[in-house]
């Protein structure tokens, strides 16, 4: 005759913890700005992209930020009607994302053109110093 083995009880979970409180006052941020420029101009842009133009900008001084490698704040803005958020909506409908990114591609293109070229010609200087030592 086969046995059962007893049941095992089973214990209760314990009651799962409360969210995090949420903070009464957000930051409005540059995913925030993100969404505000797809609902102005009804284009998507990242928020990566978003802060290589914001960098740009505080590089030439158009925005109040130090920009030395290692700064990881955050982007903060007083809300969507803040002049340095406006500053940027116009950056954007400027093109100056876009033009920047050409530019970018451009010199990478410029720069690898270059390196082939160089490596052609030592390859053919090789090609040409080995011949040199076969005639002799």
Known sequence: MATKAPAKKQTAKPAAK???????ETA?????????????????????DLRTLLRKMAR???????????????WEFDGAD???????????????????KAEKLQALKDRKAAQRAA?????????GDEEDLEDE
Not at 18 to 24: D, I
Not at 28 to 48: C, E, Q, S, W
Not at 82 to 100: N, P
């Open 18 to 24: 409360p969210a995090a409180p949420v903070a009464e």
């Open 28 to 48: 409005f941020g540059v995913a925030d700005v993100a969404d505000l420029i797809n609902v102005k101009f009804g284009k998507v842009v990242k928020t990566r």
């Open 60 to 74: 030439d001084g158009r925005l109040d930020r130090e920009i030395v490698a290692g700064n990881r704040a955050r």
């Open 82 to 100: 803040d002049a340095r958020v406006a500053a940027i909506l116009d950056a954007y409908e400027a093109g100056e994302l876009d033009q920047d």
């Open 119 to 127: 490596k052609k010609a030592a390859e053919a200087e090789a090609e």
